[in-house]
């Protein structure tokens, strides 16, 4: 992610910038985030608000203009679009949504930005219960497949291994499985928990993920081609990063050698 404006200001300045009658005032640094997020929230939904509403109002204006013109006609939106009126009309609305969106990505972008930045220095909330953070499911996958519900349950653990990065216990449980196919495929839905809240869930999406060394590690570890994850990931790595194909650490291994 990267900043384009909003993300320059401090936590109590952006806020005030999405919403100017919002104060930080006696916020902590651990509860900037959350209530950043949450006005985040409120501001794309204005955003996705306003977007739907441009439909209704070209809509609208389409139907004033036809009645305007054909008073006893029905609208008939396969007719209007005839009308040599219509383009110009077309086009006008089409900026205007053009221009909302435009806004709405600028925005996300830097408030993303600033709100990976806030994460950085939040804590993880903690409770007693534990709650679904997300799900993988075996068809996602299905291009591997008999091993789609393995590849599958590896980006699970590799979702909680992100949750056990930042303090949090974990458990990876099969929430559902399908009638096999037939040609026996019979694909798994996984879900995994953790002792945080939604709150929480909303933070970790924020937070860094492990290195990527060790999400390779684990992958191989796990015996899942991390490359289906993340294709960009070039050959040759595990070589350079002193790890072989059965999720072992060679340098590990390597420094554990007593001195001569």
């Known amino acids: 992610m990267r900043t384009v404006c909003a993300s320059r200001l ?32 409120r501001k794309m939904q204005e955003y996705n608000d306003s977007i739907y509403g441009l439909d209704t109002g070209f809509k609208g204006e389409l139907q004033r203009r036809y009645k305007e013109q054909y ?20 086009e006008e609305w089409q900026g205007k949504a053009d221009a909302l969106i435009k806004e709405r990505s600028e925005f996300k972008e830097s408030a993303e930005a600033h709100l990976g930045e806030l994460a950085k220095a939040a804590e993880m909330p903690t409770t007693d219960e534990m709650i679904q953070i997300s799900m993988t499911d075996g068809g996602w996958y299905h291009t591997q497949g008999y091993g ?34 037939r040609w026996g495929i019979s694909y798994e839905t996984y879900g995994v928990f953790a002792n945080t809240t939604e709150a929480g869930i909303a933070l970790l999406n924020y ?51 007593p001195s001569p």
């Open 71 to 90: 008073p006893r006609r029905k609208f008939d939106g396969a007719k209007v679009v005839l009308e040599g009126w219509y383009k110009g009309v077309l």
């Open 10 to 41: 401090g936590g109590a300045e952006w806020i005030k910038t999405v919403h100017p009658g919002a104060t930080m005032t006696d916020f902590t640094s651990e509860t900037e985030f959350f209530a950043a997020h949450a006005e985040f929230t």
């Open 148 to 181: 789609a519900n393995s590849y599958a349950k590896g980006a699970a653990r590799s979702e909680a291994d992100k949750a056990e990065y930042h303090g949090l216990k974990t458990e990876v449980r099969t929430l559902e499985k399908e009638k096999a196919d």
């Open 207 to 257: 937070k860094e993920a492990p290195p990527l060394r060790e999400e390779v590690r684990m992958c191989w570890k796990r015996g899942v081609n991390p490359r289906v994850y993340m294709p960009f990931l070039p050959h040759g790595y595990e070589e350079k990063e002193g790890l072989d194909y059965y999720g072992n650490d060679l340098r590990a291994v390597e420094n554990s050698a």
